[in-house]
């Protein structure tokens, strides 16, 4: 690239010229990182591991710890951020058992998401569901443990709805329309052992906007 710039620019110093290579090389670079697609969405009923890879090193380093078996992978943008998409996963057991794989040997931290079939889950009086709006709902899986509810509340900062998405109950730890509120949330989430996801906030229904544990 240097001779090029050399023969554009004849009469500037050799060492401007070289600044001058920089900037293009960059600006190349960021042309590069925007051409990256948008993540497709799973299939119904597909879990999804998408694992934080912003640069081609740890692309190349988490595809060589990754074994044959795991065909559909994809470098992909996920709201923010450039990230490796894992699919094919019909259990969350299965993606959960590889986030946990990619982070001890990797060193690289996970998201799961679905997309459940478009069902609606069986209406109990005593809850009086409610489907939420047009948004962003982060869930947490708290495995029949409700007591998670308040360890949940620390680290939104706030009251934790009790929620059902995919005719399986869950703990709601925010609902917002704001893209990078909910991915954020998610983030603190994951970042202290919760299984946590972000959904389409349509999908899911609210059984409890506070969860009161006795």
């Known amino acids: 690239m240097s001779e090029t710039v050399v023969q554009r620019f004849p009469n500037l110093p050799y060492a401007v010229v070289l600044a001058i290579a920089g900037l293009i090389g960059g600006i190349s670079s960021v042309a590069a990182q925007q051409r990256i697609p948008v993540c497709q969405p799973p299939n119904v009923g597909e879990y999804l591991l998408l694992v934080v890879s912003p640069t081609a090193n740890t692309q190349k380093q988490l595809r060589n710890a990754l074994p044959p078996e795991l065909k559909s992978i994809t470098t992909c943008q996920y709201l923010t951020d450039t990230v490796t998409r894992i699919g094919g996963f019909n259990k969350i057991d299965d993606a959960n058992r590889w986030a946990r794989y990619i982070n001890n040997i990797v060193g690289l931290s996970g998201i799961i998401t679905t997309r459940p079939a478009d069902v609606q889950p069986s ?29 949940v509340e620390q680290v939104v900062g706030g009251d934790v709805g009790f929620a059902s998405y995919g005719q399986r109950p869950y703990l709601l ?42």
């Open 123 to 151: 209406q109990t009086v005593s809850y009086n569901p409610q489907a939420l709006g047009q948004g962003y709902a982060v869930l947490v899986d708290y495995f029949n443990r409700p007591e998670l509810a308040s360890n």
């Open 173 to 214: 730890a925010v609902y917002t329309t704001n893209q990078k509120e909910a991915y954020s949330t998610l983030q603190k989430l994951n970042e202290r052992g919760f299984v946590a996801y972000l959904v389409d906030s349509r999908k899911v229904m609210l059984l409890r906007s506070i969860v009161r544990l006795q």
